[in-house]
């Protein structure tokens, strides 16, 4: 008997898992938003981190130009 792969596991598990859908298993064969939350959480997370950098990165630059014109 041959060994599932990872993809074929998963998939399996998606179609067992999937609502009914007028009396039939609803199955989509790609990923919803849903099926992803670690990886959006990670996206929002250094999305958040380069904003932090990009403010810090522009207040510094403010305050050079700050000291630079009062000299």
Do not use: C, N, W, Y
């Amino acid at each position: 008997m041959k060994k599932a792969t990872l993809l074929e596991s998963a998939t399996m598990l998606l179609r067992i898992q999937s609502p009914r859908v007028h009396g039939a298993r609803h199955f989509s064969g790609t990923g919803t938003v849903s099926d992803f939350p670690l990886l959006i959480g990670e996206i929002l997370r250094r999305s958040d981190l380069r904003l932090q950098k990009r403010a810090r990165r522009q207040a510094r630059i403010r305050k050079l130009k700050e000291i630079f014109a009062m000299h």
